[in-house]
């Protein structure tokens, strides 16, 4: 490793801005290429091109209710105490067709949904029928095409369903398979290795002794990424050692890259001089609390982000940078995936102008109040916290009883 590489020990000489940092990461960071998948499994994806429809759905007229397919107007002056009497030719159910056409007099047992035969325009419900042998009385007139769903009453050919861009909700799938597409052009996922680095570190699942703990950071960003529509490729769990992270970092063909651990400027803080040297380093140190020990270069095109050992800095970390670059390279919109409300605070909330603050709040009633408790090392402090807000770059805090947007964990 280059000396000049080597910023351990040094102090962070300048922390861009969070704005200045999301333009680097837009420069950096473009939609994954397409990918067809099956109808059945595009939900949730985003299309990367618009559709249309290449049929009309029905395709056929149709009874929209259970009763019986005759021509409207030979039911004219039909009532209870005059009924009119039609031949029933047989029965209709969804999937059959009548191959001939009824004649006057005529008629058709038909259920909801089943093809109107030829020489019907209308369908007579059954409540306002009586079935005798093989014959109906109509007890009611109905004109003619009521009770019909026409062709493409639902969706024309031609008809632009979605444009590009589009996030897949379940009715979207569902549309496109009754429109007999099979197949969807969408964005892929982006795929994304994390690297847990750390001597202290024990894997998740066995039970800390003595001064070794269990490494979160995992299961917040493999949740995460899974949220913003990426996929977690491979998780290692890594000591401080230079050239097994160096190792690591050079096998990986993920799109994207996570180091948790190892991003600041320690000893044993090998990450930010190991992009620098297999790549370029572009940020390293960001006016954000918690936080501010975040980096990211690229290395062979791929971006590599440098997240903080301690949860709260990481989980603060991945919610304003990595998550907008994976939400970039799956064409997802950038908004954050939380629902916001309006609400007045309880207490006071200090911050420091020239950075932004990450803040965890709980909601009792109508207001919100600043957890007391909330140092970038306490993981509690975001489970006993009902969301969070952002104290802006330019701002030293809010007031007691401000009125403020707060972002629920809760969706």
Known sequence: MAEMNDIRMKGFHQRISVEGFYTIIDKNTAPNPSELVHVTECYDRVLCEPITSPRNVPDFNRSAMDGYAVKGEETFGAASYNPISFKIRGRLTPGQEFKEEIQKGETLQIM?????PKGADSVLMAEYTEQVGQCMHAMEAVSPGKNVGLVGE????????????????PQDAAVLASVGISEVSVFKKP???????????????????????????????????????????????????????????????????????????????????????????LVH?????????????????????????????????????????????????????????????GSNISSQSGRVDYVRVRIEGSQAFLIATSGAAILSSTTKADGFLVVPEASEGFAEGETVNVCLYDS
């Open 154 to 169: 639902d969706i024309q050919k031609g008809e632009k369903l979605f444009q590009k861009g589009r996030r897949l909700r």
């Open 285 to 345: 140190g960001v006016s954000i609390r918690p936080a501010s020990p975040t980096g990211f270069g690229m290395i062979d095109h791929r971006p590599v982000f440098l997240l903080p050992g301690n949860p709260v800095s990481c989980l603060s970390a991945y919610d304003f940078f990595v998550a907008r670059a994976i939400r970039i390279k799956g064409a997802r919109n950038l908004q954050w995936p939380y629902r916001s409300i309006a609400i007045k605070l």
């Open 112 to 116: 909801t949904g089943a093809p109107l």
């Open 191 to 281: 795929t994304v290795d994390i690297l847990v680095t750390g001597d202290e570190l024990l894997k998740p699942g066995q039970f800390p002794d003595g001064v070794k703990i269990v490494d979160s950071n995992s299961i917040v960003l493999r949740h995460c990424i899974q949220r913003d529509g990426g996929i977690v490729k491979m998780i290692r769990h890594l000591p401080d050692d230079l050239d097994l992270i160096r190792t690591a970092l050079q096998e990986s063909s993920a799109d994207l890259v996570c180091i948790s651990g190892g991003s600041a400027v320690g000893v044993e803080d090998f990450a930010p001089s190991l992009v620098a040297e297999l790549g370029e380093l």
